[in-house]
């Protein structure tokens, strides 16, 4: 049976650039599984996160998503029995996007995409990210515009879920209960989640993967329960061979998660 995603050989240079932003990268993601990609800016994450998405073709290298090249138009497609759909990419750009800053309610929205057809999905969304169906698009902050944007993207269920650094705007408590959800998601059916981020407050019980890119290459994959130790008195991050141990972090995330908790009356 197919993973969800075999990436083997992969290098991808835009046209123009001076040199490839991916070079040589293999990947194989299982099912029921959350990977988190790990890299500083202009490391590839989002190169790699478009490219399993079939938003761009990869000509060197071979890329399968659930057994499918993600770019061939039968791979777009593709729907089985119970409606779910090969791919969501999910990224920070659709909130710039005109369509989205006019003057149309959130309830207009997501019936467009079917909200009807997936009633109990879109209402579970909706209590998860806190959105007002009676919201209008062109008042909206931020981060509840980004609350639509999830709502909208994951009201379909998906095969596999590719998250493009879009919870940067969401509040602690909006972004936790978005994680348990995937969570739950990626554990009760078969879909897998591939999350890049630079946020890593809330996500230290979350992966079962963490991948390391760095300069187009990917330079580290681990097993997070296998490879990966939270060790109370360690000091400073020690790795030998693929094990990783960490010390335990002082963070504020557990703090502004109880406030807002409170705020919103959900504690
Ligand atoms: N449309 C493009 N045309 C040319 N080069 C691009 C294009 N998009 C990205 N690049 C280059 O590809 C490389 C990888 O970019 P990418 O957006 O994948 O990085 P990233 O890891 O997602 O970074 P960030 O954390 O800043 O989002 C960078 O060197 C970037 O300059």
Redo the contacts with the bound molecule.
């Keep these: 049976m197919s993973l969800a995603i075999e990436v083997q050989g992969l290098t991808y240079k835009?046209?123009?650039?001076p040199?490839p932003?991916?070079v040589d990268v293999s990947l194989e993601v299982g099912w029921n599984t959350r990977t988190l990609i790990v890299?500083?800016?202009?490391?590839?994450?989002?190169?790699?996160?478009?490219l399993l998405s079939g938003k761009h073709l990869c000509l060197t290298g071979n890329i399968l998503v659930d057994g499918m090249d993600p770019f061939s138009p039968v791979s777009q497609q593709h729907r089985e029995q119970d409606g779910c759909q090969t791919t969501t990419y999910l990224g920070t750009e659709w909130c710039h996007m005109s369509f989205i800053n006019r003057d149309i309610g959130v309830l207009e929205l997501l019936n467009s995409i079917g909200f009807e057809h997936f009633r109990d999905r879109g209402e579970a969304l909706i209590d998860i990210l806190d959105v007002d169906v009676n919201w209008r698009m062109h008042r909206l902050s931020d981060g509840q515009k980004r609350r639509v944007q999830l709502a909208m993207g994951l009201l379909k269920p998906w095969r596999l879920l590719l998250l493009?650094?879009v919870t940067v705007d969401l509040d602690v408590l909006a972004r936790s209960r978005l994680l348990s959800f995937l969570e739950h998601e990626t554990r009760n059916r078969r879909c897998s989640v591939v999350y890049?981020t630079?946020i890593f407050d809330g996500l230290a019980e979350w992966p079962d993967k963490l991948i390391h890119?760095r300069d187009?290459r990917l330079v580290k994959s681990l097993d997070y329960k296998q490879d990966v130790f939270f060790e109370q008195e360690l000091r400073k991050v020690t790795e030998s061979g693929k094990t990783v141990k960490l010390g335990y972090t002082k963070s504020l995330h557990p703090l502004a998660l109880s406030w807002i908790s409170k705020d919103e009356g959900k504690n």
């Design positions: 835009f046209p123009n650039a040199a932003a991916l890299g500083s800016n202009g490391a590839g994450k989002s190169t790699l996160l478009k493009d650094e890049a630079h890119i187009g």
